[in-house]
């Protein structure tokens, strides 16, 4: 939840036609006020108020002030798709928006690390660094410059209404993530902001055909998967379809560590639910596929991500919960592949069959 609900406030409708026409005769003053009284009747609006609310206050981004409180005014309209907006009509202005800041935080560490000593490390995104001599070791206009501060103090502030539209609509992530995947892993590359949740929803794999190989008794399947987020919830899942299918030997997970894995229902708060390890997940060149890691790590071989399962190397169990509590995964068997197929499938890896 971005914002916790108050007590009742103003007509949210009437405050945001004053936002808008705000924002429209770019009055700064008066869009201060009306920004902070929209933010107030969000706040105890209701879910039904949201609905129509979430695509206005998105549709208000690009003519926002760049240097003014831009992820905020994001936030809003995430919260808003939290309690029902449709998160396809907010999407483009949140995530190109958040696109935006990622490639100006990204050049805010080029024009510090040149304009520095080689090795000097980054600044930390506090906007306490923004002065008169970080302006002057930026360069350029001065405009331009505190945009590009802002990016790099506020990067982190776009990831809740990014995620907001991007967990609740394969659609928006078809349609943009792999714009805004390279930005943010490189951003994250640095070790300054912490984008780990949005990295790994621009990574998320829908209607993904992956070839699994099953080393142990050598057959193979095809499997389809979609919103998984985390290679630990696709583990499960190959578990509960291949094992719990009868296809291979081992243990099934169990029935709450599948439905917490596949459960269209957001899920709610922690649960104490343990999912144990069936396989070692490998690459076909025998690299371990981490659990920690993402469904996207898997390669491409001709055509198909492809994924070997082997004997766990030791017993290993952990929380069954999924990375993304609004996000349900699924892995679907879609066609058992012939002892040829396999065969051919494992000429590509650094096993025989």
Same mark, same amino acid.
Not at 228 to 257: C, R, W
């Given at each position: 939840?971005? #914002?916790?609900?108050?007590?009742?406030? @103003?007509?949210?409708?009437?405050?945001?036609? $004053?936002? $808008?026409?705000?924002?429209?005769? =770019?009055?700064?003053?008066?869009?201060?006020?009306?920004?902070?009284?929209?933010?107030?009747?969000?706040?105890?609006?209701?879910?039904? %108020?949201?609905?129509?609310?979430?695509? =206005?206050?998105?549709? *208000?981004?690009?003519?926002?002030?760049?240097?003014?409180?831009?992820?905020?005014?994001?936030?809003?309209?995430?919260?808003?798709?939290?309690?029902?907006?449709?998160?396809?009509?907010?999407?483009?202005?949140?995530?190109?928006?958040?696109?935006?800041?990622?490639?100006?935080?990204?050049? #805010?560490?080029?024009?510090?690390?040149?304009?520095?000593?080689?090795? $000097?490390?980054?600044?930390?995104?506090? /906007?306490?660094?923004?002065?008169?001599?970080?302006?002057?070791?930026?360069?350029?206009?001065?405009? /331009?410059? *505190?945009?590009? @501060?802002?990016?790099?103090?506020?990067?982190?502030?776009?990831?809740?209404?990014?995620?907001?539209?991007?967990?609740?609509?394969?659609?928006?992530?078809?349609?943009?993530?792999?714009?805004?995947?390279?930005?943010?892993?490189?951003?994250? @590359?640095?070790?300054?902001?912490?984008?780990?949740?949005?990295?790994?929803?621009?990574?998320?794999?829908?209607?993904?055909?992956?070839?699994?190989?099953?080393?142990?008794?050598?057959?193979?399947? %095809?499997?389809?998967?979609?919103?998984?987020?985390?290679? #630990?919830?696709?583990?499960?899942?190959?578990?509960?379809?291949?094992?719990?299918?009868?296809?291979?030997?081992?243990?099934?997970?169990?029935?709450? +560590?599948?439905?917490?894995?596949?459960?269209?229902?957001?899920?709610?708060?922690?649960?104490?639910?343990?999912?144990?390890?069936?396989? %070692?997940?490998?690459?076909?060149?025998? /690299?371990?596929?981490?659990?920690?890691?993402?469904?996207?790590?898997?390669?491409?071989?001709?055509?198909?991500?492809?994924?070997?399962?082997? $004997?766990?190397?030791?017993?290993? +169990?952990?929380? @069954?919960?999924?990375?993304?509590?609004?996000?349900?995964?699924?892995?679907?068997?879609?066609?058992?592949? +012939?002892?040829? %197929?396999?065969?051919?499938? #494992?000429?590509?890896?650094?096993?025989? +069959?």
């Amino acid at each position: 939840m971005i #914002f916790r609900r108050k007590q009742k406030a @103003a007509d949210l409708a009437a405050v945001m036609s $004053e936002l $808008e026409q705000a924002v429209a005769a =770019r009055d700064g003053g008066r869009t201060e006020r009306a920004f902070n009284a929209a933010m107030s009747g969000l706040q105890s609006a209701t879910g039904t %108020e949201c609905v129509p609310v979430g695509p =206005r206050l998105a549709a *208000l981004l690009p003519a926002f002030p760049p240097t003014g409180p831009r992820p905020m005014l994001a936030t809003m309209a995430g919260f808003c798709v939290e309690r029902g907006a449709d998160p396809a009509a907010c999407a483009e202005p949140v995530l190109d928006g958040t696109h935006r800041d990622l490639l100006d935080a990204l050049e #805010f560490a080029r024009r510090w690390a040149a304009a520095g000593d080689a090795g $000097e490390e980054l600044p930390g995104a506090d /906007e306490k660094i923004i002065d008169d001599a970080l302006m002057a070791r930026l360069g350029g206009e001065a405009l /331009e410059a *505190l945009r590009l @501060a802002l990016a790099w103090c506020s990067v982190e502030q776009w990831q809740p209404p990014a995620l907001a539209v991007l967990c609740r609509s394969a659609e928006v992530r078809r349609r943009h993530a792999s714009a805004l995947l390279p930005a943010c892993r490189d951003l994250a @590359a640095l070790k300054r902001h912490d984008l780990k949740c949005l990295a790994y929803a621009l990574a998320i794999l829908d209607d993904e055909p992956l070839v699994v190989l099953h080393r142990p008794t050598g057959t193979g399947f %095809e499997v389809r998967i979609g919103g998984i987020g985390d290679n #630990f919830q696709l583990h499960t899942l190959l578990a509960h379809v291949l094992v719990g299918g009868g296809h291979v030997p081992g243990t099934a997970p169990s029935a709450e +560590s599948v439905r917490l894995a596949t459960d269209p229902e957001p899920a709610q708060g922690r649960t104490g639910a343990v999912a144990t390890g069936a396989f %070692e997940l490998l690459a076909p060149d025998g /690299e371990r596929i981490w659990n920690e890691g993402l469904p996207d790590d898997i390669p491409v071989v001709e055509g198909r991500r492809l994924l070997v399962l082997d $004997e766990p190397m030791y017993p290993r +169990s952990w929380n @069954a919960d999924r990375f993304f509590p609004m996000l349900p995964g699924t892995a679907e068997l879609t066609r058992v592949l +012939s002892a040829d %197929e396999v065969q051919t499938w #494992f000429t590509y890896t650094c096993w025989t +069959s």
